[in-house]
């Protein structure tokens, strides 16, 4: 069973800064694409980013294009969404997803094959 673990979620004011990291518990997973969603109170999980296993290919959703950039580190088996310019309404529980497909804007129904438990990010304005 792989598990996928995330970390450095926090409090932060707007215009801030935050990484958050996702480390898989089994080296071969590094061969899955890895992405990240989101999820407010009150909304659906949304998708936020996803990588390539190669981290050649990359797709942003629009809400965080420019400001947030996804990557992977294989070899520590770890994956990373740096968050720029944070805006109230990045707030949310991030979760981390890994998945067999390839990187498009997946569902987090029908795409993700599997989660971490999440880590809670807050945007103060």
């Known amino acids: 069973q792989v598990q996928l673990v995330e970390s450095g979620g926090g409090l932060v004011q707007t215009g801030g800064s935050l990484r958050l990291s996702c480390a898989a518990s089994?080296?071969?997973?590094?061969?899955?694409?890895m992405g990240w969603f989101r999820q407010a109170p009150g909304k659906e999980r949304e998708f936020v980013a996803a990588?390539?296993?190669?981290?050649?290919?990359?797709v942003y959703a629009d809400s965080v294009k420019v400001r947030f950039t996804i990557s992977r580190d294989n070899a520590k088996n770890t994956m990373y969404l740096q968050m720029n310019s944070l805006k109230p309404e990045d707030t949310g529980v991030y979760y981390c997803?890994?998945?067999?497909?390839?990187?498009?804007?997946?569902?987090?129904?029908?795409?993700?094959?599997?989660w971490g438990k999440g880590t809670l990010v807050t945007v103060s304005a």
């Open positions: 997803a890994g998945s067999r497909q390839p990187v498009r804007t997946w569902s987090p129904r029908y795409d993700v094959d599997y």
């Open positions: 990588i390539s296993w190669r981290g050649w290919s990359r």
């Open positions: 089994e080296r071969s997973f590094s061969s899955y694409a």
